[in-house]
């Protein structure tokens, strides 16, 4: 990481060859104070986590397994926002690190030929309805052959190796995804989301199409239609009503 052009994101790294997860090392990182911007990265991750209390699939040397330490002084209300900042921040950087057209499914996920690519999971702490810390972890399926996956991946993920047919260097991508990250930061700080949500709905793979959406209330289907200014995302479910989303699982429907 030694050409980063970043001034806070990324300044301090942690790099660890093995944890049960980055996620928990910059969660104690936090507790100690460590500034934001503060990072760490593993080789490996024995117990990695996804959302919804799903595993992460993080075999050694083969991805990025990164997690960031940030600090928005903001109400809790505001994280799914940085959410979808951190998909286009690693959206960005993949597309210009790499040849793959990448795309961004509703609300974090980085989606290559309808396989996914990359994850995106932000934890958080809160002290009286104010975010304390957040922990920003991005899991990037980097240099994966297709004998690497576990049965039950084969055909729903993918990596960028397997899409470009070319070895991607790690410190590369790393490196553009803390400057991509800090310069959309910055401009959320002063503009707020309203830019990074039209960054986000034009990489976005899953507007505009027809889509279920799976919800702890049960099934929405409909068209994805855009974002609203919390980040929740608007269903048309029909007769031009739009329905808004704050969690659940977006599927294309044929
Ligand atoms: C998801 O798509 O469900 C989110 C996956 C997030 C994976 C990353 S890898 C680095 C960080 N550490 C973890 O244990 N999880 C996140």
């Known amino acids: 990481l030694k050409a980063l052009k970043t001034s806070a994101i990324g300044r301090k790294v942690k790099m660890i060859e093995s944890t049960v997860s980055t996620q928990e090392e910059a ?3 936090a507790e100690e104070g460590a500034p934001e911007g503060t990072l760490v990265i593993a080789e490996e991750q024995t117990g990695g986590k996804g959302r919804m209390g799903r595993k992460w699939y993080s075999p050694k040397g083969k991805g990025i397994w990164m997690s960031l330490v940030l600090r928005p002084e903001q109400p809790m209300h505001y994280m799914p926002q940085l959410t979808l900042l951190t998909g286009v921040a690693v959206c960005r950087a993949v ?3 790499s040849s793959v057209e990448a795309g961004l ?3 974090n ?3 290559v030929n309808g396989r996914k690519i990359c994850g995106i999971l932000l934890e958080s702490a809160a002290e009286d309805e104010y975010v304390r810390y957040c922990i920003a972890g991005i899991g990037i399926s980097v240099n994966l052959d297709p004998e690497d996956y576990p049965e039950e991946l084969a055909g729903v993920a993918t990596s960028l190796k397997i899409e470009s047919g070319e070895q991607v260097e790690r410190a590369t991508l790393i490196a553009s995804v803390l400057e991509e990250f800090e310069n959309l930061y910055g401009l ?3 503009e707020g989301f309203g830019p990074i949500a039209s ?5 976005s793979v899953t507007l505009g199409k027809p889509v279920t959406v799976n919800t702890a209330r049960g099934l929405v289907e409909g068209t994805a239609a855009k974002l609203d200014q919390t980040g929740a995302l608007l269903m048309d479910i029909g007769d031009g009503q739009l329905v808004p989303i704050f969690s659940g699982d977006v599927e294309l429907r044929r």
Do not use: H
Request: proline content about 5%; cysteine-free; charged content about 30%.
């Open 109 to 111: 996920d980085l989606l």
């Open 27 to 29: 969660r104690m990182l």
């Open 95 to 97: 597309r210009k690190v």
């Open 199 to 203: 960054l986000w709905e034009a990489l």
């Open 105 to 107: 499914k509703w609300p």
């Open 188 to 190: 959320y700080q002063q």
